[in-house]
């Protein structure tokens, strides 16, 4: 199958590279990706420029340059527009993916005609010495132990062409979700794909996770209000099992899960606010994150032999 794939950056120079560079190292037998699009919206740093640096050297890499922020949304339908493969990828330029990731994520559509949307395991890259990295890779370990029971897609999403719009309409400005429900709309398969990772850097601080968790309380309640889906980690039962399994294999983590709960209850509570009062989050401020370190050891990873 043939791939496109959409790198998103807002003022990503930190990262940007390394995640051309990961997506340009791929291992691929039954995938081939045709393409790589970096859509970079209203950066000031030199974020423009390293994308057009690598695009110099490779034919494959294009750049649309968005001059204003206008919401991820629209940056997403520029992508859309500009693609030509039978499956998007679309990611963040804050990710780094392993060397396997877009063939992991495509597979199962190969393999299923109704598999139509796949997403990796988030695992958190560096941070461990921090709250903030404890908090923030503790999230991630529960939405992959709620996506094992019913996939909840984010950071980075493959999803077949044919299965989305041309152009995303709906006002809903938590994008993954929005694509889950078209995808369901249209017939489609959710697969969640744990094999394949994807590593993101987590928050330099508390105050940076509990802003973020507050913007995606608000986006998810309004898109709760607009379509008829919801994705699985706003289902209190399915996040209840996830917190039981998890404490069953790791009492260790009781402390953390009680604070990392505290900061999601009170962000649920503001998010909710917000939304009442008409936020709906379509530009926010970027998460302040700590890239300093691109580690391979993982707190509370999914994988086998987590430490």
Request: contains cysteine; hydrophobic residues 40%; aromatic residues 4%.
């Amino acid at each position: 199958m043939q791939v496109s794939v959409g790198i998103f950056a807002h003022n990503e120079e930190r990262t940007l590279a390394r995640s051309i560079d990961a997506f340009l190292q791929q291992q691929l037998n039954e995938v081939k990706i045709l393409e790589i699009i970096v859509v970079s919206c209203g950066s000031t740093d030199d974020t423009v420029g390293i994308a057009r640096r690598f695009a110099e050297r490779n034919a494959h890499i294009r750049v649309i340059d968005r001059p204003e922020r206008q919401g991820k949304l629209a940056a997403i339908n520029d992508f859309l527009a500009a693609a030509t493969g039978q499956v998007v990828l679309i990611a963040g330029a804050d990710l780094i993916p392993s060397d396997d990731l877009v063939e992991r994520l495509v597979l199962p559509m190969s393999r299923d005609r109704d598999c139509a949307m796949t997403g990796p395991q988030v695992l958190s890259s560096g941070g461990r010495a921090t709250m903030a990295g404890r908090l923030h890779s503790l999230l991630w370990r529960l939405h992959h132990e709620v996506a094992l029971d019913r996939p909840k897609l984010g950071e980075i999403v493959a999803v077949r062409s044919s299965f989305l719009p041309h152009q995303l309409a709906a006002p809903v400005n938590c994008d993954e979700v929005l694509m889950e429900a078209e995808v369901i709309g249209a017939g489609g398969r959710l697969a969640y794909v744990p094999e394949a990772e994807v590593r993101n850097f987590p928050p330099d601080s508390v105050g940076e996770l509990y802003g973020q968790r507050r913007r995606i309380a608000c986006q998810h309640r309004v898109a709760a209000g607009l379509l008829a889906h919801r994705p699985a980690t706003t289902h209190k039962r399915m996040v209840a099992r996830a917190m039981g399994r998890l404490l069953r294999r790791k009492p260790g983590v009781l402390g953390d899960l009680v604070l990392l709960s505290g900061v999601e209850a009170v962000a649920q509570v503001r998010g909710r606010i917000d939304a009442y009062r008409g936020s709906t989050y379509q530009i926010w401020r970027p998460v302040v994150r700590d890239t300093s370190a691109h580690s391979s050891h993982v707190v509370y990873s999914g994988a086998e032999g987590e430490k």
